[in-house]
């Protein structure tokens, strides 16, 4: 037994590795890695009707996107076990002064969901249980954490993939508040 | 000591030094085998790790005194911390546990160099494996002294510190990461005997003595070090979970699965001298592993709770050590992978055997490694693509990494009754069929207590219970008691050869592990509620009542407490205190959970806060079984060490 080809996979996949965490750290350093250039089918349609059972006991007895029809919102989709979530609460938290943020927590244990919530305070005026993804993918959502923002007429202004920042905020997210005539 | 700082800045670079000559001398050394150049080398070696021991010393002094001229304390500690966390607060950030990680590594070396002097028979192998591990030690010591120096002085004196993140002031801390660098410096050991069977071309049953017991020791550190953390998240951070399948814990997962692979296949080698070149991969890819799990966290590539550092420059200078680290040797696998065991006259095993079964667990380590290292890096691969940065999360991990250890724990109990070379299926089908049969009247006594348990709930807790008979089976194998008179029995398991006394605790403790993961993914339960002070609320047939709400001092923080009263349904009661916690100089808030720990389960007060308008939110979780994840875990860390005390030292022939 001497040389055989299987021996090189290894080394391939290493190397395969180090390619693609160099690209990551290269545009990290460059500050060109944003998270905002894929496409949104979503953006521009009208925001389906999704109904949930609410996370928490309010004065509401469910979570509805028809209650809120004839004005502006934004839906923020998230999960206690996700860490991009955690590192844009305080944006989310900023952006629920400007309008009402209902929260769709995805595919979560109900007490983690609120532990998130003690520990990275709750901006939302209501949260929907999506347990299995379900309602996510009937408003477009692919990954978490997205956010969207919705005109009063129900047309989805702005589908944002990945965390919010001060970046987003001073960019696509003022944007679209802009666009609803809202000042920023 | 007002220049202790400096004498261990001094004493860091003699260090540096000291490790080009381990690093020289040992392979020269072996190369030529000179006696006097492996001797200088060794010597080098531990010379090398009192140096690192000064200047760590010097370092943790620095931090007693709140030495505030030297900028790394000055960021990360305060003059009001009390002194363990003063302590842990040394490697509580990026440059001071990469220090700790130098001590550790240099620690290794000096008990490698301890070996080396005594052994006569495998020097040059042991001498070129102290040499890689100089290798490692001279990167790690160049990356602190040259991008990371945790000795920096800062021209103009602060007042006081700027404290340390509230959540690592635990307890937790102080032990957690040093036992998991324990652990993942150790795998360097394993992985510098790999890269020493490659330079020599030979990887045999000599090799794999020698190596086996560093793995085994790295193994039990890294299990503790992970099961610690996993402690630390749960009863101090007030989690309320066990394990999240973040970044930072798979890094640690990963590494263990292979070392677990590891341990296992070199027992082939060493007992049938097969499988040597899957061996020195699975060596090469457990300290990389560890090394690419550090380097995850710690460039800012991943998103994690855990993070302390995102810095992508040191990231690149990390990514840069491990291509050579890793590269190298992974190169030269591919050259040396076919030669590893030419000289070995290796004989075929059956496909029904020992050897299969090994070789079925390893395959199903590696593939749940690679499993959970597609779901880490799946997130950054995506972003790489499209530039969306997601996180695939619990449900990914839970539905893929789940059936592959269900099918390792079905097959586990059987492994050890199988004779090398090859099994008979009729003896080992006498020796299984009372075991399942225990087992379903084990199941089904369960199945009566508890009522309501879903498909997956019964399997786990099957598995459990097969593992438990499968270890109990091999004990009576010992004893005997299949074929021999019952009188000597209890005499033969004293004599129970150390290593298979060990494998069977470790087992046990997978057995024990898996129960109380059933218990907690399938039984647990929670009360959320708001209440007044005097109101109450009921969970499981026990009786609560939120007795008061007051605010308390601590050392340097400030708190609210919440006070229950558990009044279970045989009138006994207890107390739960539970704080949030405001720290003002870090200006950040912590939940400290009232945990009562029992034989059974847990149970968790977490106090959410509140106005006495409004009521006060109170959480009570039900973790059924869930210290039994805690106890199998520490008797696999006491089944490694034992396993390592009785292994041969050389080769014994059978």
């Not at chain 1, 545009?27 to 996370?55: C, E, K, W, Y």
Request: proline residues 5%; charged residues 10%; neutral net charge.
């Amino acid at each position: 037994m001497t040389f055989r080809p299987v021996f090189i996979i290894p080394v391939l996949v290493f190397f395969l590795f180090v390619g693609v965490s160099l690209w990551g750290l290269l545009a990290i350093t460059n500050g060109n890695r944003d998270t905002q250039s894929i496409g949104f089918s979503m953006q521009g349609q009208t925001i389906p009707s999704v109904t949930l059972p609410l996370l928490k006991v309010t004065d509401q007895d469910e979570f509805s996107l028809n209650n809120w029809q004839g004005q502006a919102y934004a839906i923020n989709v998230w999960a206690s076990w996700c860490p991009p979530c955690r590192a844009e609460a305080p944006a989310i938290e900023r952006l629920s002064d400007h309008l009402p943020v209902l929260g769709i927590n995805q595919r979560d244990e109900q007490e983690n969901a609120l532990d998130f919530l003690n520990t990275f305070g709750d901006p939302y005026t209501a949260i929907g249980v999506d347990r299995d993804g379900r309602a996510s993918i009937e408003i477009g959502v692919q990954a978490l954490p997205e956010t969207l923002i919705i005109g009063p007429d129900g047309t989805i202004i702005l589908h944002h993939r990945g965390p919010i920042f001060a970046n987003e905020m001073n960019g696509v997210i003022r944007d679209a508040l802009i666009t609803l005539g809202i000042t920023p | 000591m007002p220049h202790g700082t400096e004498i261990g800045h001094f004493a860091l670079a003699l260090a540096f030094g000291l490790t080009i000559t381990q690093a020289l001398a040992l392979f020269a050394g072996a190369r030529s085998s000179s006696a006097g150049m492996i001797r200088l080398g060794w010597q080098a070696a531990i010379m090398a790790f009192i140096l690192v021991v000064i200047s760590f010393a010097m370092l943790t002094l620095a931090f007693l005194r709140s030495d505030f001229s030297v900028a790394l304390v000055a960021s990360h500690s305060h003059s009001l911390k009390p002194w363990l966390y003063k302590v842990s607060g040394v490697w509580g950030n990026h440059e001071g546990s990469l220090l700790l990680w130098v001590l550790i590594l240099t620690l290794f070396g000096a008990l490698m160099a301890g070996q080396l002097r005594r052994i006569s028979d495998g020097r040059s192998t042991m001498a070129y494996a102290l040499s890689i591990q100089g290798m490692i030690s001279l990167a790690f010591i160049g990356l602190i002294l040259f991008t990371s120096n945790p000795f920096l002085r800062l021209t103009s004196l602060p007042d006081d510190g700027n404290g340390l993140n509230p959540i690592l002031q635990d307890p937790g801390l102080a032990f957690h990461p040093p036992m998991l660098y324990l652990g993942y410096v150790g795998l360097s050991v394993g992985f510098a005997f790999a890269v020493a069977a490659l330079i020599e071309g030979r990887a045999d049953a000599r090799w794999a003595v020698l190596a086996r017991r560093w793995v085994l020791l790295a193994w039990a550190a890294l299990t503790a070090g992970i099961a610690l953390g996993s402690w630390w998240a749960y009863y101090e951070l007030g989690w309320g979970g066990w394990w999240f399948w973040d970044p930072v814990e798979n890094a640690s997962l990963m590494p263990w699965l292979v070392a677990t692979a590891l341990i296992h296949s070199l027992r082939v080698v060493e007992k049938r001298n097969l499988f040597h070149s899957w061996t020195v991969l699975l060596a090469i890819l457990g300290f990389g592993l560890s090394l690419i799990g550090t380097f995850i966290v710690r460039s800012g590539l991943l998103t994690s709770v855990h993070a302390f550092t995102n810095d992508p420059t040191r990231g690149i200078v990390i990514l840069v050590i491990i291509m050579i680290a890793v590269g190298i040797p992974l190169m030269l696998y591919a050259m040396r992978a076919g030669t590893l065991g030419r000289d070995t006259m290796a004989e075929a095993h059956a496909l029904f055997s020992r050897e299969t079964a090994l070789q079925a667990n390893n395959l199903l380590l590696v593939v749940t490694t690679v499993t959970v290292l597609t779901g880490t890096l799946y997130p950054l691969v995506i972003e790489a693509v499209n530039g969306a940065r997601i996180s695939v999360g619990p449900p990914f991990f839970e539905a893929s990494v789940g059936p592959l250890l269900g099918l390792m724990l079905f097959f586990l109990p059987v492994a050890p009754l199988l004779a090398w070379k090859q099994a008979s299926f009729s003896k080992i089908w006498r020796q299984i069929w009372p075991m399942l049969m225990i087992t379903a009247v084990l199941l089904a006594i369960v199945l009566m207590l508890i009522s309501g348990m879903n498909a997956f709930a019964i399997a786990t807790i099957g598995l459990g219970i097969w593992v438990m008979t499968g270890v109990a089976a091999d004990l009576f194998a010992v004893m005997g008691l299949w074929r021999q008179h019952p009188t000597g029995a209890w005499r033969r398991l004293r004599g129970i050869p150390l290593p298979r006394l060990g494998m069977n605790l470790a087992h046990l403790g997978v057995a024990v592990f898996t129960i109380g993961v059933a218990g907690v993914s399938f039984f647990d339960d929670e009360v959320i509620k708001r209440l007044q002070i005097g109101d109450h609320m009921t969970s499981g047939d026990a009786q609560f009542t939120l007795t008061s709400v007051a605010p308390v001092i601590g050392p340097n923080y400030n708190a609210t407490a919440a006070t229950v009263i558990k009044t279970a349904a045989n009138g006994e009661s207890s107390e739960f205190i539970s704080e949030i916690r405001t720290f003002p100089v870090a200006r950040s808030q912590t939940t400290e959970a009232a945990i009562q720990t029992g034989f059974l389960g847990d149970t968790y007060v977490v106090f959410g806060g509140g106005t006495p308008e409004e009521g006060f939110v109170i959480h009570i979780y039900e973790k059924p079984f869930i210290t039994w994840i805690w106890g199998g875990a520490g008797l696999m860390v006491i089944g490694g060490i034992i396993t390592m005390l009785g292994h041969p030292t050389r080769r014994q022939e059978a």
